[in-house]
């Protein structure tokens, strides 16, 4: 081989060694944009971990409840976000989908509808309480099936409570065992009726007989049996606004629905001061008097 091919020879392998950088340094130089689907994935990935800890430091500062509660509203709130944490949105929607709720009084359950970044309303659904019983220091509420739901310390005033139930032992979540079961499905008619006619009644009296008595400021009210109880509670009503601001007994048990108002005996009472100052009690000999019986005005 003679000199110029040797020459010819070289020129060339200098130029091929220079393509090759050149082409190396163009790949370097790309870098990731020569990789357009891990770009993309590195992209998406940046942007969920800002919108991530953008969520993260949102919080819950608004919340609405929707339903009738025995609660409080600040009361609820402290018992639903009890954690600091639990305020966090993300962590709020999260436990919503996937964790479990917290247990309320009273509240069979509620869902939770988030709207927008730091407000969310809370609809509440209440248990299906008829009335209660006082057993060992403790309210225990009951259901239209005599099922024990729910038990706490303080009697909650829009449910009255059933004395002269005769029962061995209450179980919660069971059902409240008594000689009569259809006693149940007469509490339930009763209380109903109550709503109905917006009478506000704190304690019901069953007697030894299933009789059933009950009071209204100063008026006690004697119904009987259970029979007739629409028509009986419907007549007292009637009768209510000429009762007023007295004391005594009203005989409803004798109800018949031929029978005319004034046909129901109201015995009249002496009302008892709530306070009676010490010197004023008189002595026991003076303190009887002869009640006497009319008939209901």
Not at 18 to 40: I, M, N, W
Request: hydrophobic share 40%.
């Amino acid at each position: 081989m003679d000199h110029d091919e040797l020459l010819t020879l070289d020129a060339q392998t200098a130029r091929n060694e220079g393509a090759e950088e050149a082409s190396d340094r163009g790949k370097r130089g790309r870098g990731l944009f020569s990789h357009p689907r891990l770009l993309a994935f590195l992209i998406v990935l940046l942007v969920l971990g800002a919108a991530a800890a953008f969520l993260y430091t949102r919080k819950i500062t608004t919340v609405k409840y929707v339903g009738a509660v025995r609660m409080s509203e600040a009361e609820l709130t402290d018992r639903i976000f009890e954690e600091p944490n639990e305020r966090r949105l993300v962590y709020a929607i999260w436990n919503d989908h996937f964790g479990t709720h917290k247990e309320l009084p009273f509240i069979e359950r509620y869902e939770m509808d988030f709207q927008g970044l730091d407000t969310v309303e809370i609809n509440l659904y209440e248990k299906n309480i008829v009335a209660c019983v006082e057993y060992m220091g403790s309210y225990m509420y009951f259901d239209k099936d005599g099922v024990i739901v729910e038990s706490t310390a303080e009697h909650g005033e829009d449910v009255p409570v059933i004395t002269g139930l005769t029962f061995r032992q209450i179980v919660l979540h069971s059902v409240l065992k008594i000689e009569r079961e259809e006693t149940f499905e007469e509490i339930l008619n009763l209380t109903q009726l109550l709503r109905k006619y917006e009478l506000d009644v704190d304690r019901i009296m069953y007697d030894a007989a299933g009789n059933i008595v009950f009071a209204l400021d100063d008026i006690k009210v004697r119904l009987g049996s259970a029979r007739y109880m629409e028509g009986k509670i419907s007549e007292l009503t009637k009768m209510l606004p000429q009762l007023k601001g007295l004391c005594g007994t009203l005989y409803l048990d004798t109800y018949q629905e031929t029978l005319p108002p004034d046909s129901y005996v109201f015995r009249k009472e002496e009302k008892v001061p709530e306070t009676v100052p010490e010197e004023s009690v008189p002595a026991p000999e003076e303190s009887t008097s002869a009640v006497p019986e009319t008939p209901a005005p």
